[in-house]
């Protein structure tokens, strides 16, 4: 049994981390933090879990959180690079659910977030926490930098290819769709109903901040740089992704048997059989990952589909999973509900 916290348990990430944490059988919740709330019973604020979390929001306090044995960040970029070099120094172990410290450059940091990076020098040590790729790194790491939604559908549908080397690395596209839960609980225009509402569009064309995160892990996986066009959407649903993937082959392979056998014993990777394709409500609330693989016409593109809930496999579920590799507990622990259907 481990004493966990979270910082900021007030956003669609930190409520789901509640949800997950509050039955894993190897947790208890010693800590739940937000500046705005402090005082305020949790399942006021959710009454979804009343009954299952009867905890007050508290302000941050370092002792508090230093007596915990992991702490989640479930905070907007620039919150958790204030707090976590002085934390560390304290021996709890963290899994940043934000941005902070997902790329290894700080300089390319900066460049995408708009502000210098507070504490560049733990860049280096910070294990980017997909465990389909890093699962031995981060089971010895004191931080893990949670992926994000987008990133990883797209480098889970391209990673048996790129592992392969079957396909061309420099025309790599994804076209991928969120719901509205992915912009965080917060008051904007965009995310009212009568604006997300039956409507489909296209954002951050020239630029989404997801793509050198993807880009880094891509090229770790080739071993080389990579080219990724990436354009991501917003779909009127509340949780899910769906990430449409393309690259040219190279070489002929039996494309089904790769990705079935490079998958092969993960817990929450379901490639799906040949003739069938992803659908995001067949995820809904789990932490699974759904696949298919196909080629079009038999030509030379090969076209991955790839579903997951952004919110657990994209975010919280995908946390809870580090956090179970960490302390060598059951990877699938608190983690093994079915989807939600309909």
């Known amino acids: 049994m481990i004493k966990v916290g979270i910082v900021g348990g007030t956003g669609y990430t930190g409520v789901e981390l509640l ?32 009954g299952h979390c009867d905890m007050v929001f508290a302000a941050p306090q370092l002792d508090a959180l230093a007596d915990c044995d992991a702490v989640f960040y479930a905070t907007p970029h620039n919150v958790a690079m204030q707090m976590v070099p002085e934390l560390l120094e304290t021996g709890t172990r963290i899994i940043d659910l934000s941005a902070d410290f997902r790329l290894r450059d700080a300089e390319l940091w900066s ?12 860049l280096a040590q ?3 926490g997909l465990p389909e ?9 004191r931080l893990v930098a949670c992926p994000g939604c987008y990133p990883t559908s797209v480098q889970l549908g391209f990673l ?48 989404h901040r997801h793509l050198p995160e993807i880009e880094q892990g891509l090229s770790d996986i080739a071993g080389r740089a990579v080219q990724l066009t990436f354009v991501p959407h917003l779909i009127p649903m509340i949780r899910g992704i769906h990430a449409t993937l393309y690259a040219k082959l190279l070489k002929q392979v039996d494309l089904q048997a790769l990705f079935e056998e490079h998958f092969a014993g993960e817990p929450f990777v379901d490639v799906l059989p040949a003739g069938q394709l992803p659908q995001t409500r067949s995820v809904r609330g789990s932490n699974r990952c759904q696949m298919a693989v196909t080629v079009p016409q038999q030509r030379d593109t090969v076209v991955v589909t790839v579903v ?12 809870v999973q580090a956090m179970n590799i960490m302390f060598d507990f059951d990877e699938t622990a608190g983690l093994g509900g079915a989807a939600l259907s309909p």
Do not use: M, T
């Open 111 to 122: 460049r995408w977030y708009g502000e210098p990076h507070a504490c560049p020098e733990l």
């Open 160 to 207: 048996p290819l790129l592992a392969a080397d079957v396909v061309d690395l420099d025309s790599l596209v994804a076209n991928a769709a969120s719901g509205v839960s992915g912009a965080g609980r917060q008051a904007r225009i965009d995310n009212l109903v009568s604006e997300a509402s039956d409507n489909f569009k296209a954002y951050g064309v020239e630029g």
């Open 308 to 319: 997951e809930d952004n919110l657990v496999k994209g975010a919280s579920g995908q946390a």
């Open 126 to 128: 910070a294990v980017y």
């Open 133 to 141: 790729v890093n699962r031995d790194a981060i089971a010895g790491a």
């Open 19 to 50: 949800r997950l944490l509050s039955a894993h059988p190897q947790v208890e919740l010693s800590v739940i933090s937000s500046r705005s709330e402090a005082g305020r019973r949790v399942d006021d604020l959710f009454p979804s879990l009343r």
